[in-house]
């Protein structure tokens, strides 16, 4: 058991990656609970694109945090042409690229506007199969935000199922954060998870989270390695973003370009709140 994990009261337990070995971090055992039914609420393959740059109407995505809080050291930009979305036998390629005069531009997509329309559920599961680019200096996510208006900012819960940072090639972060316009207000846990190094970049993986009245549980490849308390302030839908962004403090002078990050597919299936001692997390049976 490492330091880190006395430090936060964590158990360790080793679960196989594909080909190789990955060490999780998981919580303590908690009490049986029962399967609970689940509906398919998001089925994207990206067998095309459904992208619009703000507003959602016939598009699926908007190409931009719908509280204009895009991040990071390459500008999102819309769709288009020349933008950074393309879709080729099932996949969707977000591709991050230096134009000629040293400029970054990158993509985002959010199942969400600033209306507060879009596609997401309360409790269920949410889950992405990516690719991680290669590369110090990228960024890429897998996030949930909260489905409501963007004036109604206090007490939004944001889920970071995946956190990949490019030049720690053998680890990724999740985390849990509660926002308020009172920064005194907020909170946040976060975990770090070792992986064999290069394992996001070699091959695909999934990426999930389950939302219940009681936990949010993390999982990969539909192995759990961390669980918090569900958030009281969470009481309402949440939906799913991902992006390729570059930086975060960290130097983006040797980053490729281009760099792509590969999504084979984005879930989400929702279900009731269930019974007093919860449903069995995770993907659907």
Request: aromatic fraction near 12%; charged fraction near 20%.
């Amino acid at each position: 058991m490492n330091r880190w994990a006395v430090a936060c009261g964590v158990t360790l337990s080793i679960v196989a990656l594909g080909s190789a070995t990955l060490l999780l971090s998981v919580a303590a055992p908690e009490p049986p609970a029962v399967r609970c039914d689940t509906r398919l609420v998001l089925d994207e393959p990206f067998d095309e694109l459904s992208v619009a740059s703000n507003k959602l109407g016939p598009a699926r995505w908007t190409a931009h945090t719908p509280w204009s809080g895009d991040f990071g050291d390459a500008q999102f930009i819309d769709p288009g042409t020349d933008g950074p979305f393309s879709v080729a036998n099932g996949l969707l390629s977000i591709t991050a690229r230096k134009d000629a005069a040293g400029k970054w531009t990158s993509g985002l997509l959010a199942a969400a506007d600033a209306s507060g329309a879009g596609t997401g559920t309360q409790y269920g599961y949410f889950e992405a199969r990516m690719k991680m680019p290669p590369g110090p200096g990228t960024w890429p996510a897998f996030w949930l935000a909260a489905l409501k208006p963007v004036t109604e900012s206090d007490g939004n819960v944001e889920i970071d199922v995946i956190e990949y940072y490019g030049q720690f090639t053998s680890a990724f972060r999740s985390a849990l954060h509660v926002w308020f316009t009172d920064k005194a207000k907020y909170r946040a846990e976060g975990t770090k998870v070792d992986v064999p190094d290069h394992s996001l970049v070699d091959e695909f993986h999934t990426y999930g989270v389950d939302i219940s009245p009681q936990a949010i549980v993390y999982f990969i490849d539909g192995k759990e390695f961390w669980r918090q308390p569900t958030p009281p302030e969470l009481t309402y839908k949440m939906y799913p973003l991902v992006n390729l962004a570059l930086g975060s403090g960290w130097p983006i002078d040797k980053t490729p370009s281009p760099s792509v990050l590969l999504v084979d597919y984005i879930r989400v299936y929702g279900r009731e709140a269930g019974p007093p001692e919860g449903c069995i997390p995770g993907p659907p049976a």
